[in-house]
């Protein structure tokens, strides 16, 4: 008669005493369509939590398998699945939770190839990425097709949560029009994120899912919350539509998808040893040659010593100097001698030689990748993080 069978009539009986959801916010919730890029920190608690609460579709979109360093916050996920594709794996975990709600697991690379064509299947898509690239990828997506975008975003003891919807207000673009230089804003795995921090921002990324599901309540729209954990403090931006926005201004300039790792100026070019103020950058293999072959190399590591626990390149003489200390600790660097920077990516080492050139060091390389890319390369014993 209602539409819900007497299963669902009792797993949602919680939802059905509540006045601004009822039968008919629970058969909104059945009908909606929710796609989740990068089922991760954040991705975890919102496709939990949307699972349990009996979202009709959840799309997962993720190409990364599951790693040991993931299982600190990532709660989707056990020991057990280390090693196993994280759609694969939360897929099974969300279906687990509740066999009646459609998992859709998508086991790629969101693109800009792609990302319209798999989101346009949804009604509301939720950013648990943690990179640039694919946040203006995914504002674009939505803003041309229409659909609202959850955003939230973790750093260290930090967060934010808000949603865009060029249809009634800002988008992502209106509040940052353009991403930061690459290296300045470091990623999680570069900086740290505090376990539960995703469990606070994801959880509350699938409330304002819900709720523009069911239309109920005050959206985010229009509003940004910062959320500080050390304080307890939040604070809320009120943010507004800009007419020379490129994206959802009065004359966007943005009409389709573009090469967004270029946008980011993450996308390396080929640079010869004779460009003024370019960036040298040698592949592991590489590396691991001219090591090989006994030639003189200084290889200065400019990580934080946690990490150089985790993996480290000191049997080839590397020395540690965090890039925070680059600048007092100069000296300690041999001027007569060839020079290899690395960091975890290849990101913190270019800002570092970057930083080294102004001071008069010429001769000096990146390690394309990091020791990431070493263990990838050369040495696949190597813990990687």
């Known amino acids: 008669m209602n539409g819900l069978s007497a299963s669902e009539l009792k797993r949602y009986s919680r939802h059905l005493a509540l006045p601004d959801v009822g039968i008919e916010g629970q058969l909104a919730l059945r009908a909606g369509k929710v796609a989740i890029v990068g089922a991760g920190g954040l991705g975890s608690p919102t496709g939990m939590y949307l699972a349990a609460a009996g979202v009709g579709k959840i799309g997962l979109i993720d190409f990364d398998v599951v790693d040991l360093t993931n299982l600190q916050r990532q709660v989707l996920f056990s020991t057990d699945d280390v090693g196993r594709g994280k759609v694969e794996s939360a897929a099974a975990r969300l279906r687990g939770i509740n066999p009646d709600v459609d998992v859709i697991g998508h086991n790629v690379r969101l693109a800009s190839d792609n990302a319209l064509d798999i989101l346009s299947g949804y009604d509301v898509v939720i950013d648990g990425t943690d990179n640039f690239p694919t946040r203006y990828l995914v504002n674009d997506a939505c803003v041309l097709l229409g659909k609202p975008y959850i955003y939230g975003s973790i750093l260290r003891f930090e967060g934010q949560v808000s949603v865009f919807d060029a249809q009634r207000g800002p988008c992502y673009r209106c509040l940052f029009r353009e991403p930061p230089p690459p290296g300045l804003v470091p990623s999680c795995a570069e900086g740290g994120v505090l376990g539960v921090l995703p469990g606070i921002i994801g959880s509350l990324q699938a409330l304002e899912t819900l709720k523009l599901l069911i239309g109920a309540g005050d959206s985010l729209i229009g509003r940004l919350a910062l959320f500080d954990a050390l304080s307890f403090r939040w604070r809320e931006l009120k943010l507004k539509k800009n007419d020379d926005c490129p994206a959802c201004g009065v004359n966007p300039t943005i009409t389709a998808l573009i090469d967004y790792e270029d946008f980011c100026g993450l996308k390396g070019t080929a640079m010869s040893s004779d460009t003024p103020g370019a960036v040298r950058e040698i592949t592991a293999t590489e590396l ?52 290899v920077v690395y960091c975890r990516s290849g990101k913190r080492s270019e800002s570092a030689v970057r930083h080294l050139q102004g001071q008069g060091f010429d001769n000096i390389w990146n390690l394309r990748g990091g020791i990431n890319g070493w263990a990838t390369e050369v040495d696949p014993d190597m813990g990687t993080y």
Not at 300 to 323: C, F, Q, S, T
């Open 288 to 339: 691991k040659k001219r090591l090989d072959a006994g030639e003189a190399l200084t290889l200065v590591d400019v990580r934080e010593p946690y990490e150089w626990d985790i993996a480290n390149l000191e049997a080839y003489g590397a020395k540690l100097i965090p890039l925070g200390d680059i600048t007092d600790r100069a000296d300690e660097i041999d001027r007569s001698r060839e020079i």
